[in-house]
């Protein structure tokens, strides 16, 4: 029997095949995102890419037609300050060589997206990418559409073609794996900067403990 490569312990993300790819977190997107309340989306991406550094997980900013569209958003950009994101003219992330070049090149095949919007910019790299071999992970609470509807048809054509829907805390917790491992400092330290209701109470154990909360960068 053909395995499903979804399923087993095979099928969950792991740091060292993993690349992830941020495209389009810019303001002129911003204005027009109805899917989700827009701070909820900066929150969440600003935490997956400070999950990212925690594991050295190779990250990718980029933006389109920055000159218009305006810069990344510094929340993103304070994560990752010494890296110019790659600013493209393709709406399709996977059709510039400039972002697909460094991806081959890492070998990684779990390829973690997030985007703005979803019906868009997330799903043309995210259907292009599946048929050139990736297991595609796709961080539904780091991106948004122009409205609820154009988001969740987005998720399902998606679905459809082979990609895994996945929120950030989900994404940080695989890569975790093993409170046992050296980053669970710094997946705590996300934890208590962005996890909402989990961030309040683990900030009050360690409240509790008397221990200082640990920074996230």
Same mark, same amino acid.
């Not at 979804?6 to 993993?18: H, I, V």
């Not at 997980?57 to 980029?62: A, E, F, G, N, Q």
């Not at 995210?126 to 154009?150: C, K, N, R």
């Not at 093993?178 to 669970?184: C, E, L, Q, S, Y």
């Given at each position: 029997?053909?395995?499903?490569?979804?399923t087993?312990?095979?099928?969950? +993300?792991? @740091?060292?095949?993993? *690349?992830?790819?941020?495209?389009?977190?810019?303001?002129?997107? $911003?204005?027009?995102l109805?899917?989700?309340? @827009?701070t909820?989306?900066v929150?969440?991406?600003?935490? +997956?890419?400070?999950?990212?550094?925690? $594991?050295?997980?190779?990250t990718? +900013?980029? #933006?389109?037609?920055?000159?218009r569209?305006?810069?990344?958003?510094?929340?993103?950009q304070?994560? $990752?300050?010494?890296?110019?994101p790659?600013?493209?003219?393709f709406?399709?992330t996977?059709?510039?060589?400039?972002? #697909?070049?460094?991806?081959?090149?890492?070998? /990684?095949?779990q390829?973690?997206?997030?985007?703005l919007? #979803?019906? %868009?910019? +997330?799903?043309?790299?995210?259907?292009?990418?599946?048929?050139?071999?990736?297991d595609v992970? %796709?961080?539904?609470?780091?991106?948004?559409?122009?409205?609820?509807?154009?988001?969740?048809m987005?998720? !399902? /054509?998606?679905?459809?073609?082979?990609a895994? @829907? *996945? #929120?950030?805390?989900a994404?940080?917790a695989?890569?975790q !794996?093993?409170?046992?491992r050296?980053?669970a400092?710094?997946?705590?330290?996300v934890v208590?900067?962005?996890?909402g209701?989990?961030?309040?109470? $683990?900030?009050?154990?360690?409240?509790?403990?008397?221990?200082?909360?640990?920074?996230?960068?």
């Amino acid at each position: 029997m053909e395995k499903n490569p979804k399923t087993g312990l095979a099928g969950l +993300l792991r @740091p060292e095949d993993s *690349i992830l790819v941020l495209i389009d977190h810019q303001p002129y997107q $911003f204005t027009n995102l109805h899917s989700h309340e @827009p701070t909820m989306i900066v929150n969440n991406v600003v935490a +997956l890419a400070k999950s990212a550094k925690v $594991f050295n997980v190779p990250t990718i +900013l980029t #933006t389109v037609l920055e000159e218009r569209g305006g810069y990344i958003i510094k929340g993103l950009q304070d994560v $990752f300050p010494e890296q110019k994101p790659i600013n493209r003219t393709f709406i399709n992330t996977w059709e510039d060589p400039n972002v #697909t070049d460094i991806v081959k090149k890492s070998g /990684r095949k779990q390829l973690v997206l997030a985007a703005l919007y #979803t019906e %868009i910019c +997330l799903a043309m790299p995210a259907i292009q990418a599946l048929a050139e071999g990736y297991d595609v992970f %796709i961080v539904t609470d780091a991106s948004g559409g122009v409205t609820a509807e154009a988001h969740d048809m987005a998720v !399902r /054509r998606m679905v459809q073609a082979g990609a895994v @829907p *996945i #929120t950030w805390m989900a994404v940080m917790a695989e890569w975790q !794996r093993d409170w046992a491992r050296d980053t669970a400092a710094g997946v705590a330290g996300v934890v208590a900067e962005h996890g909402g209701g989990s961030g309040v109470a $683990f900030a009050w154990e360690l409240q509790l403990l008397a221990t200082p909360v640990p920074a996230a960068h």
